[in-house]
């Protein structure tokens, strides 16, 4: 979930999510930071009004959605100011939320990567929404299950949700009409898919049949979750206590070694994806696997594409999604009030609608997604469509402090396989003596 680089209507956190800080809680510097406690200690001002420190984390297009939305919150709700200014983009965040809470000055609600929510909400500074969220007028129901799944911890809810998205292919049609071969459709294998990416490779001088990041961080790693998945495995094991795809890694990974082997893929050497999205956006790359997100830089490239949901084993449906939240701290009960109000006023169809539409996410819930203006988006953006309808089947990471550990691990272990300098068995090896060790260590 990314920042610093311009993604038209795209959240820009994505990229960012993807890569993962890894940072435990109480890592960060303690130093006490700046842009909160504007009002009284029960948060209430001299003119009545409570204020709500935000930390959006957002920039760009979903920037000026986001400060949209509050101006009309502002405007709707005189008791409460919700304050835009404060925090850091979202890749940052977590290491600033921290900070904050080591130094006893937070804001009221930030946005918190549904990867770090387990880390964040150890904190007791972090507010419990079970009863926010299951009683606002949107039933807990209509949101998709990976969102609801996102924000759940140990049966609590302990965040609201921020965004949702999903995983499918995109294809530039150009280089498949070159290579001769028909576009995919769903219910493909990830054999084709290996072999498509072949048939791929140098239809046009200097073309690759896919990519895939090459860095070891969270957006290599989530890419094969759904694969691992779709091959019986999970992220841990029901007791806890080891990683739950040792098996389902290695065939994982013989899949990307025979990309790796064909030299067929694409190994992007830099966080966030983003020379592999500009190697597919100058029309050099036949297939990519990523989200809704890129859709309007694909769009802007004039790249003719096709989308298609991703390929499995087993022939049912899979695919990742990776929801975000917005996290409420205690600053004391009016503005914990005002602060569950707030999200709760966010989430809403009538806003969510435009925070999809606007920012270039998908619906949380399938109120939202039945609401005129997203259906008109989806009329208007070709294969937009299929991310959406992903969503029925998509699963989410498990929420668990150890995560990011895990995912480092594993992250080694695509880059090993990806660079020719390890096998699968091995890497896989390596990555279950490190993951299983971080799970063992009492959090």
């Not at 899949?255 to 983003?274: F, H, N, Q, W």
């Not at 008109?376 to 998509?394: E, H, M, P, Y």
Request: glycine share 10%; net charge neutral.
């Amino acid at each position: 979930m990314p920042a610093g680089h311009r993604m038209p209507a795209a959240l820009s956190r994505r990229k960012v999510l993807r890569r993962g800080t890894g940072l435990a809680l109480g890592a960060a510097a303690t130093a006490a930071l700046p842009g909160c406690g504007t009002t009284t200690d029960d948060g209430i001002g001299a003119d009545g009004r409570v204020t709500v420190e935000l930390w959006h984390g957002q920039t760009d297009s979903a920037r000026g959605v986001m400060e949209k939305l509050v101006a009309e919150f502002n405007r709707t709700h005189p008791g409460i100011r919700v304050d835009p200014g404060g925090g850091v983009l979202a890749d940052a965040m977590l290491q600033k939320i921290t900070a904050a809470l080591a130094a006893g000055s937070f804001p009221d609600v930030a946005y918190v990567f549904g990867s770090d929510l387990a880390s964040v909400a150890r904190s007791p500074s972090v507010v419990d929404l079970t009863d926010t969220v299951r009683s606002a007028p949107l039933p807990w129901t209509d949101y998709w299950a990976p969102v609801r799944q996102a924000v759940t911890l140990n049966g609590q809810v302990r965040a609201a949700p921020a965004v949702v998205d999903s995983l499918a292919v995109v294809c530039n049609k150009k280089l498949f009409r070159a290579a001769g071969l028909p576009l995919p459709e769903p219910g493909w294998t990830w054999d084709e898919f290996v072999d498509t990416a072949e048939k791929l490779t140098g239809s046009v001088r200097g073309a690759f049949g896919t990519g895939w990041p090459g860095v070891g961080d969270e957006d290599t790693v989530w890419r094969l979750w759904p694969m691992i998945w779709d091959l019986g495995g999970d992220v841990i094991e029901k007791d806890g206590r080891g990683i739950g795809f040792a098996d389902a890694g290695v065939q994982a990974l013989e899949t990307v070694r025979s990309l790796a082997r064909d030299k067929s893929v694409y190994i992007d050497p830099k966080p966030g994806s983003e020379q592999m999205y500009k190697v597919f956006a100058s029309g050099r790359m036949g297939m990519v696997v990523t989200g809704p997100w890129q859709l309007p830089d694909i769009r802007q490239a004039k790249i003719d594409y096709h989308v298609v949901p991703l390929p499995s084993y087993s022939g049912e449906p899979m695919t990742i999604s990776g929801p975000d939240t917005w996290t409420v701290f205690d600053n004391g009960p009016a503005r914990v009030r005002a602060a569950r109000t707030f999200v709760t006023w966010l989430t809403q169809p009538a806003q969510d609608v435009i925070w999809a539409v606007e920012a270039g996410s998908l619906p949380l819930s399938r109120s939202t997604q039945a609401l005129p203006g997203w259906q008109s988006q989806t009329t208007r953006i070709d294969g937009l469509s299929v991310f959406s309808k992903a969503l029925d089947t998509a699963r989410v990471r498990l929420v668990h402090p150890a995560y990011p550990q895990v995912s480092q691990a594993l992250g080694q272990a695509v880059v090993a396989v990806l660079l020719g300098r390890s096998t699968p068995v091995k890497a896989m090896r390596e990555c279950a003596d490190e993951a299983n060790a971080a799970l063992l260590i009492p959090r």
